[in-house]
């Protein structure tokens, strides 16, 4: 029996289309580089649309732009290049400044994919979480020496509240 690699070059995507003439709203990934104590590092390990890596390059967020099956935004964790000190990866999807709710964008939705595995997960948040703004989505774990996906959805009041559990200083 083969033993599972585990998860290797991940991909998180958010999608969204937008009510008509609501044309400043967008949805943003976030995610968390963290120790065994649950808390970052340093703030530089909160990867998000003022900071687009961490860990030398293992966590990358690309700029808003239609990147991989029609996502707006995608972000990029290459497992076997993060740390050893890193013990989990959280993520987190919210909409910009945390100034709507996820009921405002039809079709929204966060999806991970593995290099291998392919769609590991998706969660459509204006059907699941219409009256939320900011969700802890997922954690990518260390379980060894492989990552394994462990699902959340945990609704937070926005970014900023997330990133300070998380133990960066905002």
Do not use: H
């Not at 059907?127 to 394994?148: I, K, M, N, T």
């Amino acid at each position: 029996m083969a033993t599972r690699r585990g998860l290797q070059k991940v991909s998180i995507g958010v999608g969204w289309t937008i009510e008509p003439g609501s044309t400043q709203l967008d949805l943003d990934i976030a995610a968390f580089a963290l120790g065994p104590d649950g808390v970052v590092a340093s703030d530089q390990d909160f990867v998000f649309f003022n900071n687009l890596t961490a860990c030398d390059g293992a966590i990358r967020l690309t700029s808003d732009a239609a990147v991989f099956r029609g996502w707006n935004e995608e972000m990029t964790v290459d497992t076997a290049a993060l740390p050893p000190r890193v013990d989990r990866v959280v993520v987190a999807v919210s909409s910009y400044g945390g100034e709507a709710l996820f009921g405002r964008f039809p079709a929204g939705c966060v999806e991970l994919w593995d290099s291998d595995a392919g769609q590991l997960a998706r969660c459509d948040l204006s059907a699941q979480f219409p009256g939320e703004s900011a969700l802890v989505y997922a954690d990518l774990r260390r379980d060894g020496s492989r990552w394994v996906l462990m699902a959340r959805g945990e609704p937070f009041e926005g970014l900023g509240p997330i990133a300070r559990s998380m133990g960066v200083k905002v």
